[in-house]
């Protein structure tokens, strides 16, 4: 399971013109999931993702996680993500997970995201979906669960 995770001052996703999500502060995460991930992979990746510290302290320092500021998190599934981009000019999409594995992870870890933290918001799963963004700094990480 991959997660692009980016610190925003906000972010929102629209589907056909509608806002459906949208955070202020926190993160956005680009959610990618392959067709050897679990459940177990969706709870590594939301301990790492609440826990990691890429919000500023008060000496400046990227000491802080998400639920240490009170940010908001807007998961947006992101299959794109698991493409195998090291040979030729176009992507391969054989590691992604098939769309209804992917489908029940992703609800999974959106529900397990909501027992653990308040400010959530979601895309909407297969999609097409207009991302919004102000990234804070820019930062940008790739989390992963192994």
Same mark, same amino acid.
Do not use: W
């Given at each position: 399971?991959?997660?692009?995770?980016?610190?925003?001052?906000?972010?929102?996703?629209?589907?056909?013109?509608?806002?459906?999500?949208?955070?202020?502060?926190?993160?956005?995460?680009?959610?990618?999931?392959?067709?050897?991930?679990?459940?177990?992979?969706?709870?590594?990746?939301?301990?790492?993702?609440?826990?990691?510290?890429?919000?500023?302290?008060?000496?400046?320092?990227?000491?802080?996680?998400?639920?240490?500021?009170?940010?908001?998190?807007?998961?947006?599934?992101?299959?794109?993500?698991?493409?195998?981009?090291?040979?030729?000019?176009?992507?391969?999409?054989?590691?992604?997970?098939?769309?209804?594995?992917? /489908? /029940?992870?992703?609800?999974?870890?959106?529900?397990?995201?909501?027992?653990?933290?308040?400010?959530?918001?979601?895309?909407?799963?297969?999609?097409?979906?207009?991302?919004?963004?102000?990234?804070?700094?820019?930062?940008?990480?790739?989390?992963?669960?192994?």
């Amino acid at each position: 399971m991959l997660g692009l995770v980016q610190r925003v001052n906000k972010a929102s996703v629209e589907v056909d013109g509608q806002t459906v999500g949208a955070i202020d502060k926190g993160i956005l995460l680009l959610l990618g999931i392959e067709k050897n991930d679990s459940e177990k992979s969706a709870d590594k990746l939301l301990d790492k993702l609440l826990a990691y510290r890429i919000f500023s302290d008060e000496q400046g320092k990227m000491n802080r996680s998400v639920q240490q500021v009170n940010g908001g998190i807007l998961v947006v599934s992101q299959f794109t993500l698991a493409a195998d981009t090291r040979k030729g000019l176009r992507p391969s999409f054989s590691s992604a997970a098939p769309p209804q594995l992917a /489908q /029940q992870l992703y609800d999974y870890f959106v529900t397990c995201l909501r027992e653990r933290h308040t400010d959530v918001a979601t895309g909407i799963f297969a999609a097409d979906m207009q991302v919004s963004l102000i990234n804070d700094g820019p930062v940008t990480f790739m989390l992963q669960a192994d």
